[in-house]
T-cell receptor
Framework: AQSVTQPDIHITVSEGASLELRCNYSYGATPYLFWYVQSPGQGLQLLLKYFSGDTLVQGIKGFEAEFKRSQSSFNLRKPSVHWSDAAEYFC????????????FGSGTRLSIRP | DAGVTQSPTHLIKTRGQQVTLRCSPKSGHDTVSWYQQALGQGPQFIFQYYEEEERQRGNFPDRFSGHQFPNYSSELNVNALLLGDSALYLCASNVQGIRDTEAFFGQGTRLTVV
C-alpha cells in the first residue's frame, strides 16, 4: 500500500537553529516526492519536489531535502530557521507529477522558540 | 493572477443536509482535484476532474460527487452530511499533459457539520 509516514507530530526549534523534519514513504515504484507547507488559514504551498537526478533538492525559503532510496526517506532540512517558518509541514508522494493523486503524510507542526 | 479561489470560506451545515463547494482554477489550468483535510491530519484525495469527467477517485463514498464546467471551474457536492464530514476541503488545479506540472492549492472551505 502507498503511504507516507511523518513520525514527528510536533517539533519546537529555537530561532536560528537548524531543522530536520523526517519523512518515510512506501511506494511500489520511484514516486514523485514533495514537501508542502501550510500556514494557519492558508492553503498548501509547494516547498520542493523530487523525481530523479541529484538526490539533494533545493526549494524555496531556504529549504532543502535529501532523497535516500535505501531508506525510503525524504527528509526536509533548513540550516537556520526563522520565526516565520512556524507552520504545518506535509511530506507527500505521487505516481507522476503533482497532477496526479497526491498521498500526504499526517504532517509535522513546527513551532519556533524565540 | 488570482490563483485558485474557493467559496465559501466557511460553512456550517446540519447533519443530513447537502452542501456544494465551489472552486475556480488558476488561470490557464484545466484540471481540478479535491481533497479533504480533517483536523490534525493530512489532506486526502477525493477525486479529480478533467474535460468535465471524473478521472480519478479516492476512497470516498458516493455521497461525495462533483462536477466540472466548460470554464474548468468545479463543484464538490456532499449529500446526507455526517458529523465526520467536518473538515477543510481543498481544491487544487493544474495543467494536464505537461511534464512536472505543479498543482496549486486554494485556501480551502472550512465545513462544520453540527
Amino acid at each position: 500500500a502507498q503511504s507516507v509516514t511523518q513520525p514527528d507530530i510536533h517539533i519546537t526549534v529555537s530561532e536560528g537553529a537548524s531543522l530536520e523534519l523526517r519523512c518515510n514513504y512506501s511506494y511500489g515504484a520511484t514516486p514523485y516526492l514533495f514537501w508542502y507547507v501550510q500556514s494557519p488559514g492558508q492553503g498548501l504551498q509547494l516547498l520542493l519536489k523530487y523525481f530523479s537526478g541529484d538526490t539533494l533538492v533545493q526549494g524555496i525559503k531556504g529549504f532543502e531535502a535529501e532523497f535516500k532510496r535505501s531508506q525510503s526517506s525524504f527528509n526536509l532540512r533548513k540550516p537556520s530557521v526563522h520565526w516565520s517558518d512556524a507552520a504545518e509541514y506535509f511530506c507527500a508522494v505521487a505516481r507522476y507529477s503533482s497532477a496526479s493523486k497526491i498521498i500526504f503524510g499526517s504532517g509535522t507542526r513546527l513551532s519556533i522558540r524565540p | 493572477d488570482a490563483g485558485v479561489t474557493q467559496s465559501p470560506t466557511h460553512l456550517i451545515k446540519t447533519r443530513g443536509q447537502q452542501v456544494t463547494l465551489r472552486c475556480s482554477p488558476k488561470s490557464g489550468h484545466d484540471t481540478v482535484s479535491w481533497y479533504q483535510q480533517a483536523l490534525g491530519q493530512g489532506p486526502q484525495f477525493i477525486f479529480q476532474y478533467y474535460e468535465e469527467e471524473e478521472r480519478q477517485r479516492g476512497n470516498f463514498p458516493d455521497r461525495f460527487s462533483g462536477h466540472q464546467f466548460p470554464n474548468y471551474s468545479s463543484e464538490l457536492n456532499v449529500n446526507a452530511l455526517l458529523l465526520g464530514d467536518s473538515a477543510l476541503y481543498l481544491c487544487a488545479s493544474n495543467v494536464q499533459g505537461i511534464r512536472d506540472t505543479e498543482a496549486f492549492f486554494g485556501q480551502g472551505t472550512r465545513l462544520t457539520v453540527v
